[in-house]
């Protein structure tokens, strides 16, 4: 079981390089290029978009939505005025798309995103990691569909595939289930409490009073209660 400086993306003691640039957990990785080399005898160019990412780089994201330095999306891709919402709205409106600093799935090296490069390359519209690049005649559309159906195999789930009320639909978010289901049993509200009351991120009042339900509605996806 990896610690809990490695749960919230602090220590990435517990990670192996993958490619240039991306990390996994050893036994992720393996299932991830079998996976790989099984969806390239079918014709998809299974390739990583994002795996491990810190607690530093997601507090820099965090921060920059809630300052206005990104933009913050509605499910159907309208940008929101960040001075018009409270707290309240500010935090679920960045919740939808970007995980909370210590609560995302992305620390832990069990899970990742992927697409199709070689078709996102011969696409002319730029890649821009949205749903309707994996639906319909989306450039990763059949990439999509074959890891519906096959992705269970190589031990691999898709935790955000449909919106239930917490993270936006990502078909390009797996994770591989027999770890994470471990880290889930394992994950302490309390530590990662301590944490951001150190880390002091922006909203730390309002997230502080919702964590419990920030962890169950859109770390684990699991909607609203």
Not at 2 to 11: C, E, F, H, K
Not at 153 to 172: D, H, N, R
Not at 207 to 212: D, G, H, K, R
């Amino acid at each position: 079981m990896i610690s809990d400086q490695q749960i919230l993306g602090i220590d990435d003691g517990h990670l192996v390089a993958v490619i240039q640039g991306h990390k996994l957990q050893l036994p992720v990785k393996t299932a991830f290029l079998q996976m790989q080399l099984a969806a390239k005898k079918e014709g998809h160019d299974l390739q990583l978009v994002s795996s491990f990412r810190s607690f530093q780089k997601q507090a820099s994201i965090w921060q920059r939505k809630w300052q206005g330095e990104l933009p913050l999306n509605t499910m159907d891709g309208k940008i929101l005025d960040t001075n018009s919402l409270n707290d309240e709205q500010k935090m679920h409106a960045i919740l939808l798309w970007s995980a909370l600093p210590g609560g995302s799935r992305h620390h832990w090296g069990t899970d990742f995103d992927v697409f199709d490069e070689s078709k996102v390359k011969a696409n002319a519209q730029q890649f821009k990691l949205v749903t309707s690049e994996y639906e319909d005649d989306g450039p990763c559309a059949s990439l999509s569909q074959w890891l519906r159906e096959n992705a269970e195999t190589f031990g691999f789930s898709l935790p955000y595939a449909k919106y239930i009320g917490g993270v936006a639909p990502e078909p390009w978010h797996l994770s591989f289930t027999p770890i994470a289901s471990e880290i889930v049993r394992h994950f302490s509200i309390k530590v990662l409490q301590q944490q951001l009351l150190r880390s002091n991120i922006s909203g730390l009042d309002m997230v502080i009073s919702a964590l419990p339900e920030i962890f169950e509605r859109y770390t684990l996806n699991r909607g609203i209660k």
